[in-house]
């Protein structure tokens, strides 16, 4: 492990606009889930139902976090920097080799930077002493954290299990050669089929790509396991938007990896929008704060 990984993964938040901001807001969520009591009552009602209109989620979703940033210091700023267009990678008309090359490069990009060893660690925290866990990972894209950091993992947890899972599974990419205790499965978060049992499941990095109305179906689904929902994403905020550019450039060096890694910090949650969506899902927050120096995690269950 290099000095940079290390430091990178001990470094505090840096955000402070982000942090005034989310405080805030953080403070005032029951206010707002009480003034808009009918909209959560919307969401239930869409999330009992075995297929839920994704629109419909969608809807409620975006008029519960408009009523949250509505709230709070520096809404202006924040507002100005909030940009939900889609990312490059997102874009189903890019090449697939391209694709792929560049999120190779975003994965050593969280390796060289301390990010793995911060999102390995956190699991580690969110899992306890849960004796032999399974940990079910969606949207896991190339499944990159799950084999860089799983081995080093099972060494402080014996007998863990990871499932890595993604809609596409070109991305996925299964190898043959993976361990024992790593499988891969295709997965779409619409589905009907109920998610798997599992001790955590696990969400890395990809909240953001996802609309809101997904994001709080995921954690519906996901209370389900034994220790909840980890949430683990780019935190929104002004100064971290600038920290991608940096990083990405100086040690990614894709200019695809750099131009996402800016709108990432622009088109994501942060720690109160994620509390916000996961209470009105019905779930217990257990955690919801930043992370490192430009991630955030949410940690909830069921009630």
Not at 124 to 141: C, F, K, M, N, Q
Not at 163 to 190: G, M, Q
Not at 239 to 250: D, K, R
Not at 288 to 296: E, H, I, R, S, V
Request: net charge neutral.
């Amino acid at each position: 492990m290099s000095l940079l990984a290390r430091l990178g993964s001990r470094l505090p938040p840096v955000d402070v606009f982000a942090r005034a901001t989310d405080r805030a807001r953080m403070a005032r969520i029951d206010d707002v889930l009480a003034r808009e009591s009918a909209t959560v009552a919307r969401a239930g009602a869409l999330l009992a139902s075995t297929s839920p209109s994704l629109a419909a989620l969608d809807l409620v979703a975006r008029l519960l976090l408009d009523a949250l940033r509505a709230e709070g210091p520096l809404g202006a700023l924040d507002g100005w920097l909030r940009d939900e267009r889609e990312e490059l990678l997102d874009d189903p008309a890019i090449d697939p080799a391209v694709r792929e090359h560049s999120m190779r490069r975003l994965e050593a990009l969280n390796e060289s930077s301390g990010a793995h060893r911060l999102f390995a660690r956190t699991i580690a925290d969110a899992l306890g002493d849960r004796p032999s866990p399974h940990v079910y990972e969606i949207a896991a894209g190339t499944g990159g954290l799950a084999r860089s950091m799983g081995e080093s993992l099972r060494r402080r947890i014996p007998g863990l299990r990871w499932t890595i899972s993604d809609r596409d599974e070109r991305v996925l990419k299964a190898s043959p050669n993976d361990p024992p205790w790593l499988e891969a499965e295709a997965r779409d978060l619409l589905g009907t089929e109920p998610f798997p049992a599992a001790d955590l499941f696990l969400c890395v990095q990809a909240a953001h790509h996802l609309p809101p109305g997904l994001v709080l179906l995921l954690l519906h689904r996901g209370a389900s396991a034994r220790r909840g929902v980890l949430i683990i994403d780019v935190h929104r905020g002004p100064v971290i938007a600038g920290l991608a550019a940096v990083a990405a450039t100086a040690l990614a060096r894709d200019r695809i990896v750099i131009l996402d890694g800016v709108q990432s910090a622009r088109r994501a949650f942060t720690p109160a929008d994620l509390a916000l969506l996961a209470r009105a899902a019905g779930l217990e927050v257990l955690r919801a704060a930043p992370l490192g120096p430009a991630y955030l995690q949410l940690r909830a269950t069921a009630l």
